[in-house]
């Protein structure tokens, strides 16, 4: 069974941060005030197991630290993916996808309009995604993990 990955910034993962705020994913149209994301295709999401302990927060304060997400991104699978660990959203492609604006000439304080991430915190660890004309045949996606042509 292959794993559903987001289009947009490659994940996997589908276990919400300890933190996040509850939600109901059936209803439509709700938005993610961190990271723009929509009720309308995220129907796979799940809570965090367990309560958030506060005073766990020094030893695990964002995804970075989560022993799942570290185990995760350890699977050949994802590793093929070129899978890293993002603080906010788990496991994630460093990997833009096709249709991405370059980041090329965007200053450090700019703020994605699609993912709301900033440039400044993702300078040098994502990287514009390989071009598809020139794909070899059989080319395996990064992001998704897909075949760019048979």
Do not use: W, Y
């Amino acid at each position: 069974m292959t794993a559903e990955v987001c289009p947009v910034v490659g994940t996997t993962n589908t276990v919400l941060p300890p933190k996040h705020p509850d939600f109901d994913s059936n209803q439509p149209g709700l938005v993610c005030p961190v990271t723009k994301a929509t009720t309308d295709h995220h129907h796979n999401l799940h809570k965090h197991p367990g309560l958030f302990d506060p005073s766990a927060a020094a030893e695990h304060p964002n995804a970075d630290s989560c022993p799942a997400l570290s185990r995760i991104v350890s699977r050949p699978d994802q590793q093929a993916m070129d899978e890293a660990i993002c603080p906010v959203v788990g496991a994630v492609s460093s990997v833009l996808p096709p249709n991405h604006p370059s980041t090329a000439t965007a200053n450090d304080g700019e703020v994605c309009p699609v993912t709301n991430a900033t440039l400044a915190h993702h300078k040098n660890k994502v990287h514009p995604h390989p071009s598809l004309e020139t794909a070899p045949k059989g080319a395996v996606c990064p992001v998704v993990g897909a075949s760019a042509r048979t």
